[in-house]
């Protein structure tokens, strides 16, 4: 079966590549880890999420599908529209110890919520842009945005999570080496989107 951007035809396909047919019970697992592989690296616009919401607390949940922050951004009545700066642990221990008071500035992730300081003194809204995992292929999930765009990423992210299976496979070097240049040719192909609706959003405040 050729890759039909369904999760049958990838389990197919991984047979047919890995030329293993007693492969049944083990496929969906390379397909898992090859999607592990993908969330950890991959990186683009189709990944880009915003979420929105209120805090009474300065305590902002972290989405379950979560990989990675790009902006936070506070709406708060008196200081109004904030970007916040990430901390760390350390940093953020330091701010607390320092007592640091005024317009919440920063924010860092405690016990899996985003937390902020200093804490505000009324309710605020929130817009939390960020990296969200690709969705998991399974048998009630037959395709997602990636097998649909990128099958050859699937493939061979798949055929790559079957390493420790297939042991000394000469052919691992040869899927790593495609994987890899198709990953770098998607974040150059993000980025290349991200320029020209900057561009677009520049001439419109220009000439609005």
């Given amino acids: 079966m050729a890759l039909d951007g369904t999760y049958t035809g990838l389990k197919a396909s991984v047979a047919d590549w890995l030329n293993r047919q007693d492969l049944t019970s083990q496929i969906p697992d390379f397909i898992t880890l090859g999607e592990a592989m993908n969330n950890r690296e ?7 999420v ?17 990989l990675e922050t790009r ?8 200081a109004g ?3 916040l700066e ?3 642990e350390e940093e953020w221990d330091n701010l607390e110890a320092a007592g640091l008071t005024g317009t919440t500035r920063y924010y860092t992730i405690l016990n899996g919520a985003f937390q902020v300081w200093p804490l505000p003194t009324s309710a605020i809204t929130y817009d939390l842009r960020y990296y969200a995992k690709i969705p998991a292929l399974s048998n ?9 765009k990128s099958p050859d990423l699937y493939l061979y992210s798949s055929l790559l999570g079957a390493t420790v ?3 000394d496979d000469d052919r691992l070097p040869v899927w790593a080496g495609a994987r890899n240049a198709i990953i770098e040719a998607m ?10 609706t900057t561009r677009i959003r520049t001439r419109m405040a220009t000439y609005g």
Avoid: C, H
């Fill in 42 to 48: 991959l990186r683009t616009v189709q990944m880009e």
């Fill in 50 to 66: 915003l979420s929105t919401g209120s805090s009474p607390d300065g305590l902002v949940a972290v989405p379950d599908d979560w």
């Fill in 71 to 78: 902006t936070l951004r506070l709406d708060s009545p008196s």
């Fill in 81 to 83: 529209q904030q970007i």
């Fill in 86 to 88: 990430y901390v760390g």
């Fill in 140 to 148: 009630s999930n037959a395709t997602n945005w990636l097998l649909t």
């Fill in 165 to 167: 299976f297939l042991k």
């Fill in 187 to 196: 974040k150059l192909e993000s980025e290349r989107a991200k320029r020209s």
